[in-house]
């Protein structure tokens, strides 16, 4: 069958019996067996003389198994470094082990004339290799050879005349030249990471002026020396699945500070292709960005065309090939607090293999498009939540259409032609949420919208297998069932509801999205009315750097807060953390989603922790509230006290946490509940993350977070999946 | 209400409790009241009569660049305009608080009457009532506008075809913008103004050389509703070049710093007009030579997708979306 395996064997019971433990103790290392199902037919003498594989049925049932991509595993790794093999640093060489999967798969079920490997028929060699089951190669559907199989080429204004364009393309990037290397899911844009000067021309190049890239290291001791690594980052940078690992830099960073500016940690992975291997063998630097090839918002590039086209002016040179990316895949990115991995992003390596919840889910079927920011989408079908590859930013056109295309894609891997139900997200002006309709009516399916921060909740309680719980959920941005905006939200879930129980003061945002980009803005708004001076002077003399049209805009701000002319509420977390950034004077405009809040941990983490502040929870209008305009006035006076930044950081960040947690043991304890969530892009902060952890265990309860999903939006199509499935199960 | 309103809040208001309540919507198969176009018109012999009414309150009566006067008559003279149809007479109703400051009325009746001279538009009937102080803030002046046009020849807002190009005939979000900025005491020290002004100079200019396939003045909502309004109604999309839509300097600081998209706001001496793309360079030349249509531009071209596209100059393409009354945040 197209999407199971079928073993037809003879023999004693005892026989079949001691098989089948086998096969689940000595399975293929990237194999996961959901099920075995077996019937036993009685014969009488042995029919059976040789082992044949059929050819996959294209018939299926149940779900499908759509496997991720795996890195160069070490034999093949082995085979490429071997002077003698016939593979010698060959880049593309793959097995059964390893290898693209998802990303060349075009339809089901996963065979090679159904993936872009199409275009490459196997020479004899490789023949012989892919029919003999005693190979490594035995049906590995992405094998191939430098004969037979795909082949780099290295291009500027034409392709460049040499034998060896990896090895041309290594001397390049060493000269300070930017690359873009086409890789197996995705184009990376690639340049040293210890030349100050070239990361800054592929900063003004990309239009990203501070937004940290990811690095790539030959290996381990590479990487050590410019962070640090854990046993269980360890595990993570050389697992199969290889994601971008969130490090700490270390004491002796060797690398351009321009790499990850203001932060104290770094985007981190090891060589996952062929064509990775190959090239940082070659090269002699420690690491070299390896960046998503994409205008800030779009989707990379895949075709060669595009990246030669969307590319010219910022790579000097395209390091190419010519196998078609059937899938889009970005990298994925974990990052780790207090030993306990969260996904920042859960993609290449991991997508789309589902998550399973058939305990929930009975036989609904859904699509879940997310939200619109860091969307991914899902597909719920029998029991089991496709979530998608990474997606991007839908209020893109073109990270719109890449949205419509993978859905359309996705919908045909898992075999999924009807579905019952179309989720979204409450945001009316969502754009992923006028598609929501527009799916409802192809499919004459039912649209259930999910409050954002209830889908977060829903995805964590998934993720730690619990039922019940109060739940943090910490972000930006979402819309709330009261049409104002939330992001830092104690919700009491059960079942399909939730209730609001607390949250951080609703603040006025001046001038709505402006807000989030100057977050001066915030501080304004959140100190007005309780600062006792004068807040214009004040204004003027420390932040009129902050407004791009300076002392003008801080008069006009202030009006605005007045009259209220697009002034929308927020309860967002990370709203009050940028004001405390800005406050700090750490950072005064986000250039990239969570600039402020990251570089302010960043600050923290530099602190002794001497400094502590204290905070307030007041109950008001049937919910607890925590004051944070009292934190903000609290951080303006430790600053006139003339305290260290690093501590004021550390002890506002400490308080907007414990405050968090104070009221969800509240409300715990007015439900009666044992189990305390965190949830939200904010969880993604170490500090915070560990000083609720301990506030609440000190005070009896149970703490889950995220470990196999994403606290921040990327799991949002998860939860709303659960939504869909506590609904119509 | 907030800055954009006219935007899908108020689209619900009228399909739900007006229009389902209204069962005489059309006369001789003409545009009719769930067309939901500028005006509506009736077929009468080889013509068609062409009406429009406009109810107007506006807060400051008087601002820089106009009063209430002249956007009730030149509101109403664009109504019809936009419909293709030659503007002819207004009627004019007004409301009145007791107590309103003669000068200011005669000031505001001095205004309409430019307009109308300007135009060649009379004001041939009209009604004026006074309330009692407390019940009315001020003054309200409704405005029912009349004109002709040859039969089957009226421009609608849903005549897009992919293909055809787009004009805008000058500057967005002035009329808004100064409106805004002037209400709400900001105290700018801009020379902000209003661009409200009649523009049948420019559609009976466009209409000569031929070609319009629609056309919509972009008042409530701005560019943003109308231009997906007409996307909208035509079953087509659009794609834009964001770096030829001009918006005056002043416009944009007062934009950046409220955080107030000056595609959401409203204008009120500007017109959209689709044109077959062979006529398009023609139009443009005819429009320029017009009055208030000096800078116009050609902004962009229909597709057969649905959405109102913007490309800027940094490459990347993002959707224009019709306006909300009140705008939640959603940047993360
Ligand atoms: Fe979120
Ligand atoms: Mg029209
Ligand atoms: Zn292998
Ligand atoms: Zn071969």
Known sequence: MGNMVEIVLEGSHEGIEEFIERLKKDKPPISRINSIKKDIFEVNEASFTEFIIKESSSSSSGTSVIPADVATCSSCLEEMMDENNRRYLYPFTACTDCGPRFTVIESIPYDRERTSMRDFPLCSSCMEEYLNPLDRRYHAEATCCPICGP?????????????????????????????????????????????????????????????????????????????????????????????????????????????????????????????????????????????????????????????????????????????????????????????????????????????????????????????????????????????????????????????????????????????????????????????????????????????????????????????????????????????????????????????????????????????????????????????????????????????????????????????????????????????????????????YEGECAMKLESEAFRASGKLSMPFEVKEKGGRYILDTSAILLDVMELIDRGEDRAEIAHAAQKAVAEGLAEMAVLAADDAGVKCIGGTGGVFYNEAISLAVRDYVTERGYRFIQHRNSCAGDGSVSLGQAVAVALRYR | MSHGAGGEVMQDLISDIILSNIHNTRVNGGVGLEDLDDGASIPLGDYEIVISTDGHTIDPLFFPGGDIGRIAVAGTVNDISVMGARPLAIANAMIISEGFPGEDLERIIKSMDAVSRETGVSIVTGDTKVMEQGKLDRMVITTTGIGVVGRGETVRDSGLRPGDKIILTGSVGDHGMALMAFREGFGFDTDLESDVAPVWGIVEAALNVGGVTAMKDPTRGGIANALNEMADKSGVGMVLDEDSIPVREEVKAVSEMLGIDPYEVANEGKVIIGVDPEYAEDVLAAVRSAPYGEEARIIGEVTDDKHVILETSLGGRRILEAPVADPVPRVC
């Open chain 1, 151 to 591: 082949k780099p080429f290295l291009y500027r204004d034409g392709i460049l005349k040499t034998h060896d364009p990896i090895k041309m393309a290594a001397e390049l990037l060493d000269d300070g030249s930017i690359l873009a290397v086409k890789g197996i899911g995705g184009t990376h844009l690639v340049c040293r990471a210890d030349d100050d000067e070239v990361v800054k021309r592929l900063r003004s190049g990309l239009g990203r002026p501070n937004q940290p890239f990811a690095c790539m290291s030959p290996d381990l001791e590479s990487i050590e020396s410019y962070a640090s690594i854990s046993d269980v980052e360890e595990e993570a940078l050389t697992s199969r699945r290889r994601p971008i690992v969130v490090l700490k830099k270390s004491r002796d960073y060797c690398l351009a500070p321009s790499v990850a500016p203001g932060l104290h940690n770094i985007g981190v992975m090891l060589p996952y292709s062929g064509l990775h291997h190959v090239l940082l063998r070659y090269t002699e630097a420690p690491a070299y960005v390896m960046t998503s090839a994409n205008r800030p918002g779009d989707p990379m590039f895949i075709e060669n065309t595009e990246i030669i086209g969307g590319l010219q002016g910022i790579a000097d040179y395209f390091l190419l090939h010519d196998r078609r990316i059937v899938n889009r895949c970005d990298d994925s990115v974990v990052r780790f607090r207090g030993g306990e991995m969260a996904f920042i992003r859960r993609s290449r390596g991991y997508a789309p293999e589902p998550y399973e919840i058939p305990h929930v889910a009975g036989d609904v079927s859904a699509i879940c498009l997310g939200p619109e920011l860091d969307v991914t989408f899902s597909v719920l079908k029998g029991g089991q939540c496709y979530v998608s590859q990474h997606i991007g930013n839908t209020s893109r056109y073109d990270t719109l259409l890449f949205l419509k295309d993978a859905v359309d894609y996705l919908m045909g891997i898992t075999g999924t032609e009807d579905v019952d139900v179309i989720a979204c997200d409450l945001h009316p002006q969502f754009l992923t949420t006028s598609y929501a309709e527009e799916l409802a009516s192809r499919f004459s399916a039912e649209v259930l919208r999910v409050q954002h921060h209830h889908a977060h909740a829903l995805a964590l309680m998934l993720d730690a297998g619990v039922d019940e719980c109060i739940c943090i959920a910490a972000d930006g941005v979402g819309y709330g069932d009261d049409g104002t905006s939330w992001g830092g939200e104690i919700l009491h879930c059960h079942g399909s509801d939730y209730e609001r129980l607390g949250s951080l003061m609703p603040q006025r945002m001046p001038g709505g999205d402006l807000a989030t980009r100057y977050p001066a803005r915030m501080l304004l708004s959140m100190l007005r009315g309780r600062y006792e001076g004068d807040l214009q002077e004040l204004f003027s003399e420390r932040y009129s750097d902050y407004f791009p049209h300076g002392e003008r805009e801080i008069g006009v701000v202030m009006r605005q807060l007045e009259s209220g002319l697009n002034t929308g509420i927020s309860t967002g977390t990370g709203r009050v953390l940028d004001a405390i950034s800005a406050a700090l004077r750490i950072c005064g405009v986000r250039t």
